[in-house]
């Protein structure tokens, strides 16, 4: 199980503090694994962090209930001569590109669809991440008990997608 609680590639303020090919790096290791990777968000799951969520095995990727999920897009701080800016432009789009793919393809949606929703920041509250395709479930007490493969019992209420 992979606990994610990370804002991501960049701080609150735009600070790097991390490259989308780092996460392009684990989530290519959660797919190549052979036991299913589940997910769950704590806290929150911020741009990269929150494509990671999403890479999780389907039907196994959850959120606590006062997590927040933040989808956008990269950021470049490029500096420089105006053909390295280019050339570092150039870059951040084919990781926004690629990074949309992934969610796309965990959320099942259009890739044009994602896209135009990570061109501006769109917050997500863990039953709208259900909606969206993002997570399967938000874990809350008292509702329903599933156990875990490490013999841990979770309760946990299933939020259905509307479709």
């Known amino acids: 199980t992979m606990y994610i609680n990370s804002s991501g590639t960049t701080t609150a303020n735009g600070q790097a503090v991390g490259f989308e090919t780092e996460a392009f790096a684990i989530a ?16 929150q ?11 999780g095995k389907r039907g196994y990727r959850f959120s606590l209930p ?14 420089g001569q105006a053909s390295d800016i ?14 949309c793919e992934l969610i796309a393809s965990a959320c099942g949606k259009p890739v044009d669809a994602v896209m135009q929703d990570c061109s501006r920041v769109k917050y997500l509250q863990p039953h ?15 509702q329903k008990k599933s156990s875990c493969s490490t013999g841990i019992h979770v309760t946990t209420r299933k939020v259905k997608c509307r479709k």
């Open 45 to 55: 799951a911020f741009g990269a962090a929150a494509m990671l969520l999403s890479q």
């Open 128 to 142: 709208e991440a259900v909606e969206y395709g993002l997570i399967d479930e938000v874990i809350e007490n008292g």
């Open 66 to 79: 006062n997590a927040t999920i933040l989808l956008n897009q990269p950021r470049s701080q490029a500096r």
């Open 86 to 99: 280019a050339i570092k432009a150039k870059e951040v789009a084919a990781n926004r590109r690629t990074m």
């Open 28 to 43: 290519d290791v959660m797919k190549y694994v052979r036991p299913p990777v589940h997910t769950v968000a704590l806290g």
